[in-house]
């Protein structure tokens, strides 16, 4: 990975970056972690939360300090960063209020390339989640939830990991949901327009990560069914605001 958005190419002091593999430095780098890591570590074994992102967060500095770095490239062929200015400005929207221990009134659909840190921030908004008192989802992608929701409907009493009922999961304050690899993508749009329906019945904001455009995602939805999320409505949990960054050149 030539940029890390997560560690800024510089590793974290006492654990391995989750998102480049990026060794420990013990070097004096000003994150913004949880001054007691291990009542995270205890909250999180329901949204099952893997070791290697508990107690890291989401942290826009670090992106706009690597990303400035390749601004010069950039700018030599004409182009600035005005877009992804817009980006971290919508997900810092999101992340703060989960830094005040709310919860978000509206579904998000966060697209941007592989690399930008979309996992590091699903799991930060989780954990503070978690750490605010509200019922967090596991993140499954796509494939993922549509084996839950085939399981669920021939066994009521089917758990996600023998832990997590499909209703508790439906039922909890946070969801993210990641669009999973290029040859299944075609098949996500019909999941997550269940996912949202079936949340926001219950006024409850579900956020889908991707790497790639919704219409590469509804490139084989031939009843037009997947147009849920581009619809402008006042039901904000059912069709999701577009955060979105793409990379130019």
Not at 22 to 28: G, H, I
Not at 236 to 249: D, N, T, V
Request: charged share 30%; net charge positive; proline share 4%.
């Amino acid at each position: 990975m030539e940029h890390c958005f997560t560690c800024g190419n510089k590793g974290f002091p006492d654990k391995i970056c989750p998102e480049c593999g990026r060794e420990p430095t013990r070097s004096s780098l000003n994150l913004d972690r949880h001054p007691n890591v291990e009542n995270f570590i205890r909250k999180t074994s329901w949204s099952m939360i893997p070791a290697k992102y508990q107690g890291i967060f989401w942290n826009r500095e670090i992106l706009e300090r690597e990303y400035s770095a390749k601004l010069s490239k950039y700018n030599e062929l004409g182009y600035d960063d005005k877009l992804f200015i817009k980006y971290l400005d919508q997900l810092e929207k999101i992340n703060n209020i989960f830094v005040e221990k709310l919860l978000p009134q509206k579904s998000a659909f966060i697209i941007a390339p592989a690399g930008y840190s979309k996992m590091t921030f699903a799991y930060s908004c989780m954990q503070r989640a978690l750490d605010a008192g509200f019922s967090v989802a596991p993140l499954l992608d796509t494939v993922e939830l549509k084996r839950v929701l085939v399981l669920a409907s021939e066994n009521v009493h089917y758990k996600i990991d023998g832990r997590i009922s499909y209703d508790d999961y439906i039922m909890a304050d946070i969801c993210f949901v990641t669009v999973t690899k290029l040859y299944t993508r075609t098949e996500a749009y019909q999941v997550i327009q269940e996912l949202l329906d079936r949340r926001s019945r219950r006024g409850l904001c579900t956020f889908v990560l991707s790497r790639f455009s919704l219409n590469e995602i509804a490139k084989e939805d031939k009843r037009h069914s997947f147009e849920v999320v581009k619809r402008i409505s006042d039901d904000s949990y059912k069709y999701p605001a577009i955060i979105s960054y793409a990379e130019r050149g």
